[in-house]
């Protein structure tokens, strides 16, 4: 069983940065991909980025692309989104996820474990 800790998220301004972090135990985290995923009050949980176990490869939304970048630490047992130039629409609850048992790191129902999420406000 893994059990994901989300951090780092608060209120911060347009423009801004923020990095969440994703702790995990209990299990083989290093073993598995990693996803990202955010869900805004009245919206349907969708995926922001997702890294292979090896970190080899990142796969990224297109509304973040450019502005957000998931890293692994190993040694830290962690995964970390950075999240630069925040618009307002970025506001939501954020999660990590581990284990992806699905074929696409985009599909919200392929992944098995959960954290209890985040929360980024950034104001206009």
């Known amino acids: 069983q893994v059990q994901l800790v989300e951090s780092g998220g608060g209120l911060v301004q347009t423009g801004g940065s923020l990095r969440l972090s994703c702790a995990a135990s209990g299990g083989i985290f290093s073993n598995y991909a990693v996803g990202w995923f955010r869900q805004a009050p009245g919206k349907q949980r969708e995926f922001v980025a997702a890294v292979t176990r090896g970190g080899v490869s990142t796969y990224y939304a297109d509304s973040v692309k450019g502005r957000f970048a998931i890293s692994r630490d190993y040694a830290e047992n962690a995964v970390y989104l950075r999240m630069n130039r925040l618009k307002p629409e970025d506001t939501a609850v954020y999660y990590c996820?581990?284990?992806?048992?699905?074929?696409?790191?985009?599909?919200?129902?392929?992944?098995?474990?959960w954290g209890q999420g985040t929360q980024v406000t950034v104001s206009s």
């Open positions: 996820a581990n284990v992806l048992a699905g074929t696409s790191v985009t599909e919200v129902a392929g992944w098995r474990y």
